[in-house]
């Protein structure tokens, strides 16, 4: 089993086994069942909750898993480590070309700029290792929980997390999602930096969700704890530039839960190993909701990253090879790989909602999927064979909305 953050950069990250975490599992309880009496015969050492979620329940256990009543129960899974090895790459240089190229191969950012180059109301939230929500060419962009008092110790909004008055880190617990790595502050550049480099939409608001830490390690537990914070808090998409080869079940709910409510979820369609290992299933990029749109990597000539992963159930293709875009400490840098693909899309779809705040998931969809140029150096790679692009995403969502 392998899980991995989608991310390889100039030297390219390698898969991680995915360890299970012994002790630790996610209890999902049907509806009305009186979880208590379960869990009380369980030997318990310590339980986590998921915030506003009275039916799923993290458990740590200080023997075996015994022999319970499952009547009340809808599933059990292991909790998984997620473990990568990233590593910093070096600035290289300024060109942005997966913006706008002599080749024309890019996504047309400048023409839909003409348009629109998003809106503080589309909040996009950046599910990772934190954003450096202070960068110069970010800071203006960071969303702000209106309804949060900072730094008062009182959950002001009552939705269960005490001053998460810029998003929050499942890490430590606390309202202060800074970067560990450099991995999530990337991200959110492609999508929204205003300044020396510049995101797709640079005026869109980015939700910054740590639950990746500064090792590069995380679990299945916090990235469903995300998932959740992400819907409950208004945002309208979601960029997931992580992923691997174990279907979980609560992430599945989660990523359905964003689906029932109209919150798009963008999802690096992950990296290969190898360029000579074949493609493999990757969650939760593969799951098959209408709001999941998984992304795969190209290169600045239009052809297949070779280590991004390949497969007809990848629905579109973005600049992955190469990509500018900021970094901890006032810094940008170089990255590469389908984690790098997939912000591209995610600032695609806020300024399609800048335009269109009324969009379904399916319209968005069906729009990225039917727009774009079919290259013919990646056909037969992923299901439509397209590059994504910014100005005729903008103008199909236009022309849907509804007077």
């Not at 953050?5 to 309880?29: D, M, N």
């Not at 606390?174 to 640079?202: S, W």
């Not at 939700?207 to 995300?226: C, E, H, N, Q, W």
Request: proline share 5%; charged share 20%.
């Amino acid at each position: 089993m392998r899980y991995f953050l989608s991310i390889s950069l100039l030297t390219f990250s390698l898969f991680a086994k995915e360890e299970v975490i012994p002790g630790r599992y996610i209890i999902g309880f049907k509806e009305g069942a009186r979880s208590t009496d379960v869990l009380s015969s369980l030997p318990i050492s310590e339980a986590r909750e998921f915030k506003g979620r009275s039916s799923l329940v993290e458990v740590t256990l200080n023997g075996p898993l015994p022999r319970i009543n499952r009547d009340e129960i809808d599933y059990i899974e292991p909790v998984y480590r997620i473990q990568h090895n990233i590593k910093a790459a070096p600035y290289i240089g300024e060109d942005q070309w997966g913006l706008d190229n002599s080749n024309n191969i890019d996504i047309d950012a400048p023409e839909a700029w003409e348009i629109t180059q998003g809106s503080e109301d589309v909040v996009v939230a950046v599910l990772d290792s934190g954003v450096a929500f202070a960068h110069k060419y970010l800071k203006n962009n960071i969303w702000h929980n209106e309804a949060e008092i900072p730094d008062n110790g009182i959950d002001d909004d009552e939705n269960g997390y005490v001053d998460d008055t810029i998003g929050w880190d499942f890490v430590y617990d606390d309202g202060y999602p800074i970067d560990g790595t450099h991995h999530g502050t990337h991200v959110a550049g492609i999508i929204a930096a205003h300044g020396k480099v510049l995101g797709v939409a640079p005026k869109t608001k980015i939700m910054p969700l740590r639950f990746i830490d500064g090792d590069g390690s995380s679990t299945t537990s916090d990235a469903v704890r995300a998932i959740y914070y992400a819907v409950d808090n208004g945002a309208k998409v979601m960029n997931n530039s992580w992923g691997g080869g174990t279907y979980s079940r609560a992430i599945d709910e989660a990523v359905k839960y964003a689906n029932d409510n109209n919150v798009f979820f963008v999802v690096a369609a992950c990296n290969k190993y190898d360029p000579d290992n074949g493609p493999f299933d990757c969650y939760p990029a593969k799951l098959n909701y209408p709001a999941v749109l998984s992304v795969a990597s190209i290169m600045r000539n239009g052809k297949m990253n070779p280590y991004s992963n390949t497969g007809k159930w990848i629905h579109v293709n973005a600049p992955g090879a190469d990509i500018l875009s900021t970094g901890p400490g006032g810094n940008i840098y170089m990255n590469s790989g389908t984690s790098m693909a997939a912000p591209f899309v995610s600032g695609i779809v806020a300024l399609m909602y800048a335009v269109n705040k009324d969009l379904t998931v399916e319209e968005v969809k069906e729009i990225l999927l039917s727009t774009g140029r079919k290259l013919p150096q990646i056909q037969g790679y992923t299901k439509t064979g397209r590059l994504v692009n910014a100005v005729e995403a903008v103008n199909r969502a236009l022309e849907l909305v509804r007077h």
